[in-house]
């Protein structure tokens, strides 16, 4: 199973872009990269997917280089409601479980 | 359509006592997973169950126990509860495995 490695934290102030990075260097070639968020005592909530390039929806976009190894999640003009922790999770499509890492906790300032 | 709902959203128990969670996946989904998630380990994966079938186990001793009725609902059991087994136990569910997985709000269990 590919392993994660994210900043344990961030800082950022509302209305700014805020880039997360994971590396993920030994992602397999059928591996899928998601982000999820998740606010204290609740459920982690999906919040994008992709496999290579470039993938945007409605709350985020995700970034991936051609060799894979890593991928930036952006989310623009943050607010105070931004403020969770996002996981950073590869091989949906090739694992039968997820395995979360520490997580990245951003913290918006106002 | 409805999102993944589990019950009881809050639950104390007292050590060596047994406690059963419940878990309804968004409607159609056949797929359902449970986590636990304490302050000291982070998010661990529990179970997996797929049609009526456990598919997937992580590393938990046997009193962490489920099952999936033929609707897709699922329980967990834990039985002869510890301090340690305090957490907030989470349930996802998914179209069908490998599939992106949604969670729900999960059941924080306070053992005294």
């Known amino acids: 199973l590919a392993k994660t490695t994210q900043p344990i934290s961030m800082d950022s102030y509302e209305g700014q872009e805020v880039n997360i990075t994971c590396s993920h260097n030994?992602?397999?070639?059928?591996?899928?990269i998601t982000w999820y968020q998740q606010f204290p005592s609740q459920g982690p909530r999906f919040i994008i997917q992709?496999?290579?390039t470039k993938v945007t929806n409605e709350v985020a976009s995700l970034f991936i280089p051609a060799d894979r190894k890593s991928s930036t999640l952006s989310l623009p003009r943050v607010s105070l409601s931004d403020t969770a922790v996002y996981y950073c999770?590869?091989?949906?499509?090739?694992?039968?479980?997820?395995?979360f890492g520490t997580g990245t906790r951003l913290q918006v300032f106002p | 359509k409805a999102g993944v709902t589990q019950t009881p959203r809050y639950l104390i128990k007292t050590r060596g006592q047994q406690v059963t969670l419940s878990c309804s996946p968004i409607?159609?989904?056949?797929?359902v997973s449970w986590y636990q998630q304490t302050p000291g380990q982070g998010l661990q994966f529990l179970f997996e169950?797929?049609?009526?079938?456990?598919?997937n186990k992580g590393n938990f001793p046997g009193r962490f126990s489920g099952r999936q009725f033929s609707n897709s609902r699922s329980e967990m059991n834990v039985s002869t509860l510890e301090l340690g087994d305090s957490a907030l136990y989470l349930c996802a569910s998914s179209l069908a495995e490998q599939e992106t997985q949604y969670f729900g709000p999960g059941t924080r269990l306070l053992v005294l």
């Open positions: 169950y797929f049609s009526e079938t456990q598919r």
């Open positions: 999770l590869v091989g949906l499509y090739n694992t039968d479980k997820l395995i």
């Open positions: 030994n992602i397999a070639t059928n591996d899928y």
């Open positions: 409607s159609g989904h056949r797929s």
């Open positions: 992709g496999y290579k």
